[in-house]
């Protein structure tokens, strides 16, 4: 497995949830390693995105979700505040290495 997401789950309006992504340690050295997610009925969207010293972020999540890498654990993260039933979704971690590298996907459902 290259790409392995954990964290979602269930919480209520104004809740967070911490996802996390552990990759081979091949795709940790890529330089861009992203979350996506994908609601019902929707395409899936960037969330944020990690580089080399920066990170992106939707105009959705902006002030609400932090991307950051763990490198001792070839991990990144995916720190969820103030979590809005918007945000339901099914979330990938994503990298690129020549090819697209794909998560299993974690579901995330937050209530009203």
């Known amino acids: 497995v290259q790409l392995q997401a954990s964290g979602g789950g269930l919480v209520q309006a104004g809740g967070s949830l911490r996802l996390s992504c552990k990759a081979s340690a091949i795709i940790f050295s890529a330089s861009n390693t992203d979350w996506f997610r994908q609601a019902p009925g929707k395409q899936r969207e960037l969330v944020a995105r990690?580089?080399?010293?920066?990170?992106n972020y939707a105009d959705s999540v902006k002030g609400r979700f932090t991307i950051s890498r763990d490198n001792d654990k070839n991990t990144v993260l995916l720190q969820m505040n103030s979590l809005k039933p918007e945000d339901t979704a099914v979330y990938y971690c994503?990298?690129?290495?020549?090819?697209?590298?794909w998560g299993q996907g974690t579901l995330v459902t937050v209530s009203s």
């Open positions: 994503h990298a690129f290495i020549g090819k697209d590298y």
């Open positions: 990690i580089t080399t010293g920066s990170t």
